[in-house]
């Protein structure tokens, strides 16, 4: 956990998140939310496929998703989230847009009835 001075240092060093390179948690958080539709025009196989593909890159299960829970609780106090750097490793970043991206994947394979849609685990 990050002490209040460091977090503070952080903060003003990225100028409040408006810097380039540096953005608010909450701006990236967002980005980890993606829409379905867009796999919509790939054939069942070849979504399956993909989705398999991205969660081997990033040794995620097949049902990977999103933590709304997380955000949700920035979201709680908004000047907060939106002053708040993205303190988070690129690699744990890019994990996360991951997860949105398969979660986005299976609701498209679910929606469509391909086989090789996988079960969301129960929240």
Known sequence: MLSMARLAHVAALCG????????????????????????????????????????????????ATVDHSRMLKIQKHPPLGSLLPDLRSRAEREQGIAIGRIEAMNRSLTRRGCEGAAVQPSQ
């Open 16 to 63: 409040v998140g408006t810097m380039a390179g540096c953005q608010s948690i909450t701006t990236a958080m967002h980005r980890e939310i993606i829409s379905s539709i867009q796999f919509d025009d790939f054939s069942c196989k070849e979504l399956t496929t993909l989705r398999n593909q991205e969660a081997a890159r990033f040794n995620l299960p097949r049902n």
